[in-house]
């Protein structure tokens, strides 16, 4: 990885303060499972940030660049393999948009819960579909029995 961090740009008017941009060349090397030959692949990241040197060193700002995609990673993945989320549950603009903002509060709701609530031994025994599973489970079990026909 070579990384290159410049700072003092003020050609951007709509920030207020000097701008820093960050560039970094990563190569690495990875084994194709089809034929199982290592590759060689390379490529070029840049960001811009108003963060101080003092405050977020260069492989910092690099991280950062790079956790962005835990976003869509982790949340969006996450919405849509076990949220459901790529369901459409109605046929209106705003019924759509009332069941992303209900799915992305339940999830947001359940990811405060499972990160911050949960022992750090727990979350490595269980992953996040066993824990709502579980509570799942508490839920139907805490409902009435209903009468049945004979």
């Known amino acids: 990885c070579e990384c ?19 560039r ?9 499972q089809l034929d199982g030959q290592p590759e060689t692949q390379h490529s070029e990241w840049v960001w811009a940030t108003t963060l101080r040197p003092t405050r ?12 962005r995609w835990d976003i869509e990673n982790q ?7 076990r949220w459901h989320g790529n369901h459409v549950y109605r046929h209106s603009a705003g019924g759509i948009l009332a069941m992303w903002l209900l ?21 490595a025994a269980a992953d996040t579909l066993h824990v ?16 049945r026909a004979p």
């Not at 949340?75 to 393999?81: A, I, K, M, Y």
């Not at 709502?132 to 009468?147: C, D, H, N, S, V």
């Open 24 to 32: 970094s060349c990563e190569t690495w090397s990875v084994r194709r």
């Open 4 to 22: 290159w961090d410049l700072t003092g740009f003020t050609t951007w008017p709509q920030c207020r303060v000097p701008v820093r941009v960050v």
């Open 75 to 81: 949340g969006f993945n996450e919405l849509v393999s």
């Open 103 to 123: 799915t992305l509060l339940a999830a947001g709701v359940f990811a405060a819960f499972y990160i911050r609530d949960l022992k750090p031994a727990l979350r």
């Open 56 to 67: 977020a060193t260069t492989a910092t700002v690099v991280g950062l660049g790079h956790s």
């Open 132 to 147: 709502a599973r579980q509570i799942l489970t508490e839920l139907f079990a805490g409902l009435p029995k209903q009468a």
